[in-house]
């Protein structure tokens, strides 16, 4: 076996390895969604944070006066909703969840229309059950709100790391597969 043949493979091993990972990590998730989803909003607001107190220091750089001052008063707006969600996780999973909410019904209903678009092509089918799918799942978030915002996020980001793992795995096999091959 050529030495870049065996540097494929590895390559492919440390992909599945990583497939796995990502599903457990997925399966964890979905296990615990409430301390989930409250981890990524606290995570989420330390980015937020950070972004605030960057743009604030970019703000000394801006040139004039006014626009200096514009940007530092929109990182101190940006540096205090962050704050919040520190603060208040369960109000910030509130917020995203309400907005993964929105998103998903306006997401289904774009995928449906653009299903009936694109007439009797294929892959209509699955786009028209995509889009039913995210509607309802958007409407079922929605109608259990406020009681979503501690599960949705969690869940959804279990169910997203789930089917990563699941493609890592399968691309870590193919890529070994073309390796055995080309040996």
Do not use: H
């Not at 306006?106 to 509607?135: K, T």
């Amino acid at each position: 076996m050529s030495s870049i043949s065996k540097e494929i493979r590895s390559g492919g091993r440390r992909m599945t390895f990583l497939g796995i990972v990502t599903i457990l990590l997925g399966l964890a998730a979905m296990a615990t969604p409430m301390l989930t989803g409250l981890s990524v909003v606290m995570i989420v607001g330390v980015f937020v944070i950070i972004a605030g107190i960057m743009r604030m220091v970019w703000a000394f750089g801006a040139g004039t006066f006014g626009r200096g001052l514009l940007a530092f008063a929109i990182g101190g707006l940006v540096l205090l909703c962050g704050l919040a969600l520190v603060a208040n996780p369960l109000l910030g999973s509130g917020i995203l969840t309400t907005i993964i909410a929105i998103c998903l019904i306006a997401d289904g209903i774009a995928e449906v229309m653009g299903a009936f678009r694109v007439g009797s092509g294929p892959g209509r089918g699955w786009l028209l059950v995509g889009g039913v799918v995210s509607i309802i799942l958007g409407v079922m978030i929605w109608r259990q709100y406020p009681l979503s915002g501690g599960w949705a996020i969690g869940i959804l980001l279990g169910v997203r790391l789930l089917f990563a793992g699941i493609a890592m795995i399968t691309g870590g096999s193919a890529v070994r597969r073309l390796a055995d091959a080309a040996a």
